[in-house]
């Protein structure tokens, strides 16, 4: 957990050298919260993106689709690799960083659940539910 931590911090840190806005009011009109943040369409748009978090998105659904098709296994190690160049070459700000924030720690958590071995099956389901998420709020 503490892993995940320091892994979140790093990513707000690299995106954009500014803070994560985590107040509700300070948060995009799109982007609700309740207990947890709530990924939303900006203003019925999909956020943009830039091309480094683009081409590294690209690179982690190519491996999960190609490691479901070959034998089914996720690498948890694999895919904490693909997730740590995802963090430390994003140059995302403002209220697209916000949202991509939403979708990754959900993300995140799901990779940490998959190498640490808890029900790697459903942590590689939420997985693929993740990129299905990303790939409908994202361009």
């Known amino acids: 957990m503490l892993k995940l931590i320091l892994i979140s911090l790093l990513f707000t840190a690299s ?22 943040a709530k990924l939303q369409l900006n203003n019925g748009k999909m956020w943009r993106l830039d091309e480094a978090t683009r ?3 690209k690179e982690i659904k190519a491996y999960i689709s190609q490691a479901s098709h070959a034998n089914g296994v996720l690498s948890g190690e694999k ?3 693909y997730a740590d160049k995802l963090i430390k070459e994003c140059r995302m700000s403002g209220p697209e960083h916000d949202a991509l924030h939403v979708w990754l720690n959900p993300f995140l958590q799901h990779i940490q659940a998959l190498k640490n ?23």
């Open 15 to 36: 995106c954009s050298n500014s803070e994560l806005k985590s107040e509700t009011k300070e948060m995009p009109p799109s982007v609700t919260t309740t207990n947890e």
């Open 55 to 57: 081409q590294n998105m």
């Open 79 to 81: 895919l904490q690799k």
């Open 117 to 139: 071995n808890r029900d790697a099956e459903s942590a590689s389901h939420a997985l693929h539910e993740d990129v299905k998420e990303f790939d409908t709020y994202f361009e």
